[in-house]
């Protein structure tokens, strides 16, 4: 099947769109504006609206870790400063 027979909505992304949507979608805070518009529909191509998706949840994912590690350090140095307290 050619290109010319693939509606526009379905038309696949080449490498460099790729490449030009992960540098997009980096840029710290309008990156992440612009990540959500596609994500949530703002694209009429399928392609890039599952690409930014998939690029929401690994946001998420990071997102969770951080705060999951933060947690953890903050409990370590809340431990120690009450074990230098009794010591």
């Given at each position: 099947m050619s290109d010319n027979n693939v509606p526009?909505?379905?038309?696949?992304?080449?490498?460099?769109?790729?490449?030009?949507?992960?540098l997009l979608f980096g840029i710290p805070v309008i990156g992440f504006i612009i990540l959500l518009v596609f994500a949530f529909g703002g694209s009429g191509n399928i392609?890039?609206?599952?690409?930014?998706?998939?690029?929401?949840?690994?946001?998420i994912l990071l997102f969770v870790i951080?705060?999951?590690?933060?947690?953890?350090?903050?409990?370590t140095g809340a431990a120690q400063s009450i074990a230098d307290m009794m010591s």
């Open positions: 526009s909505e379905y038309k696949p992304i080449s490498m460099w769109g790729y490449f030009g949507y992960e392609n890039v609206k599952n690409f930014a998706r998939s690029k929401f949840c690994y946001v951080f705060v999951v590690l933060a947690a953890i350090g903050m409990a």
